[in-house]
DNA sequence: ATACTATAGTTGCAAGTACCACCTATTTTA
DNA sequence: TAAAATAGGTGGTACTTGCAACTATAGTAT
């Protein structure tokens, strides 16, 4: 019966996905603690990095955290001299964020050597490992991210 | 060029990941936000559910989280008695924490529902990707798990 | 023009996450 | 039996996170 088959790798897919987020999670920690910033702060920096200046609410979308929280994680950054605000001139209640140039490298030299670890990872692993795995991981994201959560 | 093929396929991979895990993380936090637990609470009475009673340094291992961190996680489990603490016989310093009822049932609920969530997902991908998906993600994880960090 | 509403961002608060270094008690080993 | 190792917990520090409440600016409807 195919409900069943669906539970069944629905249940799979379950264990996978948990089990390969916490292994991610540990090992971006282990690779960024060795820099000045956390996770979610390198996470803001390759936001930025990635789209260019924006401000905080547009950051927030992309983090998928609350504007708050991101607000926090940007003042910290500030702080490091690793962002900087500037008033929106077209809005009086906005501002940008941009990486500074110490942001840049910073996260750039992080990013480079993340790479390095995917690399390292692909080599062990077959061809058609290697072509579909990006392609797959991104279908799987767009398809939780179009769904709502439970409790709005 | 074979290692600029690796590069590029390094790099898809690496902002698939990112992007995977941090989807993935938003979503679990939004689904067990309804209940009484956090993330990790949760990730820790998952392993109990898959793996039976243990030590806490067990659970750290599993959890991929540092003893201390664990050992709090686990208190705070204990006072919403989800989780209990018993010694262990063998060892006068050691103690087995295990899942009470209580907790049996919460992380059951959770799990059901997270298990819907990667159906509903999966119902919308092709047949072949519902069959490569869990083997791939464990693949993945498991390559990245073998590899030891940079700031050791 | 002016009051009402909406929006951008910050702050207070509470709980949780996370690691390091250090401590106690128990076990193992020399 | 003394020394070293191990299990677990504590103190300390910094960061994460969301909600609710707040300030200031912008937009809208009289």
Not at 117 to 146: F, H, N, Y
């Amino acid at each position: 019966m195919s409900k069943d088959r669906l539970r069944k790798q629905g249940t799979a897919l379950y264990h996978a996905l948990s089990h390969l987020v916490r292994v991610y999670q540990s090992r971006d920690r282990e690779h960024i603690c060795c820099y000045d910033i956390s996770i979610t702060q390198c996470n803001l920096l390759e936001v930025l990095l990635d789209h260019g200046a924006m401000r905080p609410l547009n950051l927030a979308q992309h983090l998928m955290l609350d504007k708050s929280t991101t607000s926090r994680v940007a003042e910290t950054l500030v702080k490091k001299n690793y962002v900087a605000r500037t008033p929106d001139p077209t809005d009086g209640r906005a501002q940008l964020i941009d990486l500074t140039e110490n942001g840049r490298e910073l996260v750039l030299k992080i990013r480079d050597e993340l790479i390095e670890e995917e690399m390292a990872i692909l080599r062990d692993l077959p061809k058609s490992v290697q072509d579909e795995a990006p392609g797959l991981l991104i279908r799987l994201a767009k398809a939780a991210q179009k769904r709502t959560s439970c409790c709005g």
